[in-house]
């Protein structure tokens, strides 16, 4: 074994091991009557706990779903290590949430003061460090009908799939390794920066320019999607551009289970089970439907067969657009949503400039253009008075736009720097050898049978 690879290794071996003994030995905090953020547990609504419990198993589900969805894309030699990428950040991203990035994503407020008004651009890393007052009592602002411990555990699983989103866009020759620091460093310093600001209700994107982001069009669909170019770009293209997908109905079994899984990511956002949640799990639905027909009948005006790979993706496309706006539009204006992103989706898709770059699986086509779309049509569409550009609300319409520019590039960027601190440590891409080889057996020394 290579010692330097080796070592590497070791250090990861005692930061798990560092983070389990804090654990073991670590005091945990419980609200009482000097904590007035928390309710009592007689506010608890037993229907709501129910749908958050149930919501929260299905957006886990979306991140298997999403290792099926890709593993079913990329080449024969290459299905294992893609899928592992995606289940690997249930183990690393879970553990690394408990630890700091809920504290950052929703503790106390670090940011700016406009107008004597303090808006919040992160969280205090140590509110709720290891999950300090995070338990049974309800919190005042962020979810006051639900355990705490629930609300933590359904973000959590939003901040898991985000990082594996990006997998799609890396396949075939990054490093284990480093994507496993990378996704460390993306969820602190890019996620949870902009969970906070979006969803936080201090937070300086949703409360100061007032962005409408029901389950995460922005905050993960987009800073995926700009994240995947940023790697793509310091990465490189691959040696063989060209494969065939190994396996269709891995595609498809995958986007069954994104679909199934996405009723939770969307209708559980509603954190209660309402009509709100009511309306956001028909809107994701239809928009989805909507989305992959026009993907097939798209490709066929294009000279393209209809094909099953394109329909899937066309359903995901659509599930991605609705997602900002899910609980804020009404089910005939989400067939819209689904129609209008698949077309600019598919168009990118198959845009000669970004081919160029080689974007192995299309994450930024798919989620980073979904996502924008969806962002751009909420701030459109978005119902209730001044809420958005046909309801009388031209100053937040401006803002979203303003909003979206300051995303995508933070996205961008950040994770720019984060890619080329990581290769500073620990090399990105395999070696020549190991990618005509196949990161199955290269990096994991496993073979489909």
């Known amino acids: 074994m290579d010692k330097k690879l080796e070592k590497r290794w070791i250090v990861a071996f005692f930061i798990t091991a560092a983070v389990a003994i804090t654990g073991l030995f670590w005091e945990h905090a419980s609200p009482n009557e000097t904590t007035s953020q928390f309710n009592s547990t007689d506010t608890i609504v037993p229907a709501d706990v129910a749908w958050l419990l149930t919501a929260s198993c299905l957006v886990l589900l979306m991140t298997p779903g999403l290792a099926f969805f890709y593993g079913g894309m990329v080449g024969k030699k290459n299905v294992i290590s893609t899928m592992l990428k995606s289940f690997i950040c249930l183990g690393v991203i879970s553990l690394l949430w408990v630890a700091v990035g809920f504290s950052l994503s929703f503790g106390e407020s670090i940011g700016i003061t406009i107008n004597g008004v303090k808006y919040g651009i992160i969280g205090n890393p140590t509110d709720f460090a290891f999950f300090d007052f995070v338990d049974e009592h309800p919190h005042a602002q962020m979810a006051s009908t639900i355990p705490f411990i629930l609300f933590a555990l359904f973000q959590m699983k939003f901040a898991v799939i985000t990082p594996a989103i990006i997998t799609g866009s890396l396949a075939e020759r990054i490093r284990f390794i480093s994507f496993l620091l990378f996704i460390c460093l993306f969820c602190l310093f890019i996620y949870t ?29 987009m800073s995926a999607g700009f994240a995947a170019i940023a790697g793509v770009l310091v990465l490189g293209k691959r040696k063989n551009v060209e494969h065939i997908p190994t396996n269709i109905p891995f595609v498809l079994l995958g986007t069954g289970m994104l679909w199934f899984g996405w009723f939770g990511f969307n209708a559980g956002s509603a954190l209660a089970a309402n009509h709100t949640a009511a309306m956001a799990f028909a809107t994701t639905t239809i928009a989805s439907a909507s989305a992959m027909l026009t993907w097939a009948f798209f490709d066929r005006l294009n000279g393209r067969k209809v094909s099953a790979l394109g329909c899937c993706i066309g359903a995901v496309v659509g599930l991605v657009a609705i997602t900002p706006a899910a609980g804020f539009v009404s089910i005939p204006k989400s067939i819209f949503f689904g129609f209008a ?30 996502g924008i779309m969806g962002m751009i049509l909420t701030a459109i569409f978005a119902e209730g008075k001044n809420a958005s550009l046909l309801h009388g609300g031209w100053g937040v319409f401006a803002h979203h736009m303003i909003a979206l520019v300051l995303v995508a590039l933070f996205s961008f960027f950040g994770a720019l720097v984060l890619y080329k601190f990581t290769n500073l440590f620990i090399p990105l891409r395999v070696s020549e050898e190991s990618e005509q080889l196949g990161l199955d057996l290269s990096q994991h020394n496993e073979t489909l049978s």
């Open 193 to 221: 920066p902009l969970c906070h600001m979006v969803w936080h209700p201090n937070g300086l994107l949703g409360a100061y320019f007032g962005v409408k982001d029901f389950a995460g069009g922005t905050v993960v669909h």
């Open 341 to 370: 992103a698949a077309i600019v989706s598919n168009i990118m898709i198959h845009w000669k400039q970004l081919k160029k770059i080689d974007d192995t699986l299309d994450v930024f086509a798919c989620h980073g253009v979904g």
